[in-house]
């Protein structure tokens, strides 16, 4: 049987050739971030890496988004960091848990139809946002100035800094060192998108991947070579300034289970849980089913996510990783952009960089510790500039103000606030528009004389008159000129709303004052009235 949401159908083994690679390169992209944002958010390190490898394995394999890829969201890192201040850590897992459970009812309740109601400006301002976001953010790493967590993806600071002055203190305090490697990296970036190299053996060594291991080669040449060069993890003042992956290593099976944590359950009557975990599902669904739209705008094939089901298996996702000690999971355009970026076909893209990031937690973590930053920031930076690219924007200003205003809006709201207050601001636009549309157009103005020399107005009504239509339908009644003849025309419409109907029986109530004569014509709730 063939899946008809896919053009691959039900064998998702038959595109390794295309998801094995990608996996690889969700992985390299995942490893950091996930470490970043528990950073951000307060919590162990090792509960971003649980919560990443939750989000690859449970949710892909529920999911039927092709290639949507999940972990721990920089949007909830601020509202983790503060859950996590008030209830403390093992109370907040609580949290996560009934934070799942309520996003699976809400996927019982069909409530994934919210998200085809977020305009397609706002929803392209997102990627192209969260692109500058990318550009932003990686800069300090590029220029080897580590002190200031990935996660913190806020505007402004914790530490009384933010974006820009990041990026200028990164610039005067760089270290020569990762500069060099950044620079190679993102050299080979951009020779690896050339016609000769996609003609070659572009998708047999993904350049991601090559970056990676030509910055632990560097990196070790500069300890052998130049030790002024090297890059390394250290402390300086009570300040971790760290240049190179950092994850935890165990060194013995008891170490290894030492690092999960259970929710505390004693802590189940607490209404403060209860609240944190309605906070987090609803926000957590939300950003799902804006990422969803937005990767599936991405695909190449443009398939469709079911979004009911992505809500459960969202839910599912989060219960398990609140059980053993994971940050809250959501889709993320990060992680799935640079998927459908280094050529993922189906969703076991997904699943593999999930197992990878297991196997490589347990088996080789002082290997992976020897990756720069400067390497895997090298590779954001190309993932941040295809999500913003030039053309998108002169594309989006082809379409006029009231697709364009919008996205540059809500571009503007996530660079310079956060991901959520950037979306609503965005929507704020976009509705504004909406509204003063609908203000404009919701019928046809037709005026001509008639053989008395007195006005005769037609008015017909669209095809769909709401309530949004109150203020303009009555500012055009009451501009109407005095003797005159007035046609309203409904025959056209399949629905006029009640309060639509109120106004123009309103006005027929005080037309004769004016010595205006109303005809209606196709509004039979009028039509019973007058006869």
Aim: charge should be negative; aromatic fraction near 10%; include cysteine.
């Amino acid at each position: 049987m063939t899946d008809n949401n896919s053009p691959f159908g039900n064998d998702i083994f038959r595109n390794l050739k295309s998801d094995l690679p990608a996996g690889l390169v969700v992985f390299l992209v995942a490893l950091p971030l996930c470490l970043g944002i528990a950073l951000a958010s307060g919590a162990p390190l090792f509960s971003g890496l649980i919560s990443g490898i939750i989000g690859g394995i449970v949710v892909g394999m529920i999911s039927r988004s092709p290639l949507g890829v999940s972990g721990p969201a920089a949007g909830l890192a601020v509202i983790v960091f503060d859950a996590i201040g008030y209830l403390g850590f093992q109370p907040f897992l609580l949290a996560v848990v009934f934070a799942g459970l309520i996003q699976v009812i809400l996927g019982f309740l069909r409530a994934g139809i919210i998200g085809y109601y977020f305009p397609s400006s706002v929803i392209k301002g997102m990627l192209a946002g969260i692109g500058f976001i990318l550009i932003l953010k990686q800069i300090p790493h590029a220029f080897g100035y580590d002190r200031d967590p990935e996660g913190d993806w806020g505007f402004l600071q914790a530490d009384g800094h933010n974006t820009l002055s990041e990026i200028y203190y990164s610039v005067i305090y760089n270290s020569p060192g990762a500069v060099i490697i950044s620079v190679v990296s993102i050299a080979i970036l951009i020779f690896w998108e050339s016609s000769y190299m996609k003609k070659s053996i572009k998708n047999i060594f993904p350049g991601p991947l090559v970056v990676v291991f030509l910055g632990i080669t560097i990196n070790q040449a500069y300890n052998y070579f130049f030790p002024s060069l090297a890059l390394d993890n250290e402390i300086i003042d009570d300040i971790n300034n760290f240049h190179l992956v950092d994850i935890p290593v165990a060194n013995s099976f008891t170490e290894f289970i030492g690092l999960f944590s259970l929710p505390d359950f004693t802590q189940i009557t607490n209404p403060d849980v209860y609240v944190t975990a309605l906070t987090i599902a609803l926000i957590a669904s939300i950003e799902t089913l804006l990422c969803v739209e937005a990767t599936d705008k991405l695909d190449p094939y443009k398939r469709v996510t079911p979004t009911n089901l992505e809500l459960k298996a969202q839910g599912i996702g989060n219960m398990v990783s609140g059980l053993i000690g994971g940050l809250p999971i959501t889709q993320v355009i990060v992680r799935s952009s640079a998927n459908i970026n280094t050529g993922g076909k189906t969703k076991m893209s997904t699943i593999i960089h999930g197992f990878l990031l297991i196997v490589c937690v347990v088996s080789i973590p002082k290997i992976l510790n020897l990756i720069p930053l400067s390497s895997l920031a090298a590779i954001l930076l190309m993932v941040g500039y295809k999500l913003a690219r030039v053309s998108l924007f002169k594309s989006m200003y082809k379409l006029g103000s009231m697709q364009f205003i919008p996205f540059v809006v809500t571009i503007l709201g996530i660079v310079f606030t956060d991901l959520l207050k950037g979306i609503s601001i965005g929507m704020a636009v976009a509705i504004f528009y909406i509204l003063r549309n609908n203000f404009k157009t919701p019928y046809f103005y037709h005026k001509e004389e008639n053989k008395a020399g007195s006005d005769v107005i037609k008015i017909v009504l669209s095809e769909a008159v709401s309530f949004l239509n109150k203020g303009s339908i009555m500012k055009l009644l009451e501009e109407l000129p005095k003797d005159s003849k007035v046609i309203i025309d409904g025959s056209r419409s399949t629905h006029i709303d009640h309060d639509v109907i109120e106004i123009i029986e309103n006005y027929l109530a005080h037309a004769s004052l004016n010595n205006i004569s109303v005809e209606i014509i196709g509004i039979p709730q009028i039509e019973r009235e007058l006869a």
